[in-house]
């Protein structure tokens, strides 16, 4: 059971608007920053968004990230095939002396 | 370009003691606002953060795995070293070490290839 609660799957067609959502509590997501990851089947994750909102260099501007109380989400915008992979959120969780706590991924189905 | 490696064991008994390593270039872990992490994650299942090193040798562990985990440095061989106790099968998993920048705070960024650990008799 993961700290963090992801819906374990989504899907859209081509060119549509997809957002995952993460949610967690006021000892991680409230009170720290949120990170996004995309990773694509055997290989490692890639940081997609870090800080809540940002792109680090390299990243589509069609891939975005919001937080706001406890929850965050990440909005692929414009999706692609080659957008079909699992995304994992992450934040510092406060509790028990402080660790780093994921999400339970969420596996994107482009149709 | 900063690229981090793992190696180690691709199998080990249960009850016995896991050794990885990770070689990392292109960042020194003697610059301060940097750290090294490991992550570990099962076949088929998520993410599981185990540990994290400091260019201060300040270390953190997960509380649930602390009693079993030890994360030491070399600087001078850009080295990064976990090992874990009493090896279970559930422990089975592939192990990836990240680069962290901790001023910046971005974290875990970028991740090594990994390393797939199975713990068997």
């Known amino acids: 059971q993961s700290v963090l609660t992801q819906p374990p799957s989504a899907s859209g067609t081509p060119g549509q608007r997809v957002t995952i959502s993460c949610s967690g509590s006021s000892s991680n997501i409230g009170s720290n920053y949120v990170y996004w990851y995309q990773q694509f089947p055997g290989t490692a994750p890639k940081l997609l968004i870090y800080k809540n909102n940002q792109r680090p260099s390299g990243v589509p501007d069609r891939f975005s990230g919001s937080k706001s109380g406890t929850s965050a989400s990440l909005a692929i915008s414009g999706l692609r095939s080659e957008d079909e992979a699992d995304y994992y959120c992450?934040?510092?969780?406060?509790?028990?002396?402080?660790?780093?706590?994921f999400g339970g991924g969420t596996k994107l189905t482009v149709l | 370009q900063i690229t981090l490696k793992e190696s180690g064991p691709t199998l080990v008994k249960p009850t016995q003691t896991l050794t990885l390593t990770c070689t990392f270039s292109g960042f020194s872990l003697s610059t301060s606002g940097v750290g090294v992490g490991w992550i570990r994650q099962p076949p088929g299942k998520a993410l599981e953060w185990l540990a994290l090193i400091y260019w201060n040798d300040h270390k953190r562990y997960s509380p649930s795995l602390k009693s079993r985990l030890t994360i030491t440095k070399d600087t001078s061989k850009n080295q990064v070293v976990l090992t874990m106790t009493n090896m279970d099968p559930l422990d089975t998993a592939t192990y990836y070490c990240?680069?962290?920048?901790?001023?910046?705070?971005?974290?875990?960024?970028?991740w090594g290839q990994g390393a797939l650990v199975t713990v068997s008799s």
């Open positions: 992450a934040a510092w969780d406060d509790s028990l002396s402080g660790r780093w706590v």
């Open positions: 990240a680069h962290d920048s901790v001023d910046s705070s971005v974290w875990f960024d970028p």
